[in-house]
């Protein structure tokens, strides 16, 4: 007699927990998401009311499909599990409803004349990451082509400030918004908990459970953490990670954590790392015919201003990252200055209305590296920094066809029938991320 199939809770409706809901429930598992926003809706910080309850990080994302981009920021290992996230999107949105947009054409690096320094020295640590073993066994060949004012006029047309720029081959970009709207409309069959804020993730024999901030603590055959920024702290496994340190913003090693557990914090506070939130903000912009196709990142000293076209009128501009746990608005300084890159790119954007700000807070653990873990039951994703997008799926389909997953009796078709470039890129990647 075959049993019935086993009941997962999922704490956390961002884009891991929607991701993971929508690949459970249409392999035929009972599904239960748990997550303190008020509705599936997303929520921008300039509209939200008071008291202000965060939506999900994914809502306030550019969606930006960056490996090479990446490097900059991310281990050679990390940041090409996004091509392979890459093909997988594709996949996933002519699978869901309404497909929502993918768009895989590249993406350009620009810089002023007065910045071509530090644009240098992005390349050159894109250089040096490209590389690598870990990158060259799961990555195409092909890096940053350096593009004339020709070139880059043919390419865009609507750029017409920078002195130069370089063309990422293989880069793109997805529709956030339109894609965590279409994978809770595809996961129907799934239960989805609003306004329910999970305390706890417990593993426990023969299955886990979930504590509520109501007071319940409820069981299932399987629990995931996926709550991101709301987990707080997250146990510590046997053993040292594999994988080097990651990479901070400057390129160098990533420090301690800026805000260090104290002492006596959970179970035993040398067995907990803490999961520190990076603040991002994004202005959303309407300019009917503006006339940008692909995303654009002007690299400057201080700033790493991405300019992401979503439709032919609507187009978002945001920064990178700041070391903050602030979900305030956005300030007047950090909206003009994104506004005054955004123009000096895109001189067509001056005529660009307002449509909101956002502000969100991205889940980072203190190698900037995300997590994978199966213990027992129990699974944890976490960590995904500032490549939530480029990284989610790549990383749900490692942990579903993981010893773990089989573990807990879960039977889950691939995205799709796609098999890793080779055994030596599988055992590369997984070096960064065990």
Known sequence: MMSSPPHIGIAGAGLLGRLLAWQLSRAGHRVSVFDPSISEQ??????????YVPTAAAFTAAGMLSPLSELDNAEPAVAALGWRSLALWQRIAAALPNSPRVMVCGSLLVAHRADLGAAQRVLARMQVATATPEWRVASPPEGAQPLDAAALRALEPSIQGPAHAWLLPGEGFIDTVATMTALHSGAAGADW???????????????????????????????????????????????????????????????????????????????????????????????????????????????????????????LVGASEIESEDRSPVSLRTATELMAAAHSVVPALAEARILKLDVNLRPALPDNNPLVEWQGRKLTINGLFRHGWLLAPALVERALAADGARAANLSVAPFDDLAMNSKAASAGLASAIA
Do not use: K, M
Request: a positive charge; one cysteine or more; proline letters at 11%.
């Open 193 to 315: 908990h609003w306004g329910q804020r999970v305390l706890a993730v417990e593993a426990g024999e023969g299955g886990g459970t979930l504590r509520l901030a109501d007071g319940r603590v409820l069981a299932f055959d399987v629990v995931i953490d996926v709550r991101g920024v709301g987990a707080g702290l997250l146990p510590r496994p046997s053993g040292e990670r594999a994988g080097v340190r990651g990479a901070g913003h400057d390129g160098g090693a990533a420090g301690p954590h800026p805000n260090p557990p104290p002492a006596g914090e959970g179970e035993n506070s040398l067995r907990v790392r803490g999961v520190r939130g990076v603040r991002g903000e994004v202005i959303w912009l309407d300019c009917p015919g503006h006339g940008l196709t692909r995303p654009v990142r002007l690299l400057h000293p201080r700033h790493r201003v991405y300019i992401v076209p979503r439709s032919d009128r609507d187009v």
């Open 42 to 51: 997303p929520v921008p910080r300039s509209q939200a009311p008071d008291p």
